[in-house]
């Protein structure tokens, strides 16, 4: 059994979601290679498949006339430039309330829990059909990551896979809503397998999962 979150369809092998104003607008962005704005790029997708912002909302030297998404990129994008050193999900939560909290809500779990915890309250918000800003960490936690989960595979009743929107990974093409996922058996010593692929080539690492984000229209 697969679920994903319903404001995500291919069109002539592309991603795209009905944005604001219901206009069909391309989702996926691509992180850029001398930054580490993992989770801007996250947030972007997920208020693009939200329909709270639009495609050209989106597009660079664009004059925003909405206050609220005029706030909302220069806090993201102009205030904090690259993100070279990446950015908290704490401050991320923050940047959201000071820049787009009329039109958005924004819940920050700082998991102190189990990921399995965390795996069940993804699962949940995406049950909602809530897409669900997620940060992974490799196994010494050297390496922290951003992405969106859109979606999960169940089968026997347990979850195997949470499919996500990684914005370091390769454009998506062709029939998938999703260019990366997580391998999911509690019954390994490493339960979570973080597969991704950049550039055509292919990547795995064994991760945990740590905090999230979940936004929601106001």
Same mark, same amino acid.
């Given at each position: 059994m697969k679920k994903i979150v319903s404001n995500l369809h291919i069109r002539n092998k592309q991603l795209v979601c009905k944005g604001k104003n219901g206009k069909i607008v391309p989702v996926f962005k691509k992180q850029g290679s001398l930054d580490c704005a993992c989770a801007t790029y996250s947030v972007i997708m997920n208020l693009l498949i939200l329909g709270v912002i639009?495609?050209?909302?989106?597009? &660079?030297?664009? #004059?925003h006339k909405n206050s609220d998404v005029k706030k909302l990129f220069k806090?993201?994008?102009? *205030?904090?430039?690259?993100?070279?050193n990446g950015q908290t999900f704490f401050k991320i939560k923050r940047m959201l309330k000071d820049s787009f909290c009329n039109v958005i809500d924004v819940n920050h779990s700082n998991t102190k829990s189990t990921s399995l915890e965390t795996l069940?309250? &993804?699962v949940t918000n995406i049950d909602s *059909?809530?897409?669900?800003?997620?940060?992974? #960490?490799? #196994?010494n936690q050297s390496l922290g990551h951003a992405m969106v989960a859109i979606g999960y595979e169940k089968e026997d009743g347990e979850i195997t896979k949470l499919l996500c929107l990684d914005p370091s990974g390769d454009y998506l093409h062709g029939h998938k809503r999703w260019n990366s996922y997580i391998n999911i058996n509690m019954k390994r010593k490493h339960p979570f397998v973080f597969h991704s692929s950049d550039e055509g080539i292919s990547y795995k690492s064994y991760v945990e999962l740590g905090d999230i984000l979940l936004i929601r229209k106001v």
């Open positions: 639009s495609g050209s909302d989106t597009k &660079i030297n664009v #004059e806090v993201f994008c102009s *205030d904090y430039g690259m993100h070279r069940n309250s &993804i *059909d809530l897409a669900v800003i997620i940060s992974i #960490e490799n #196994e």
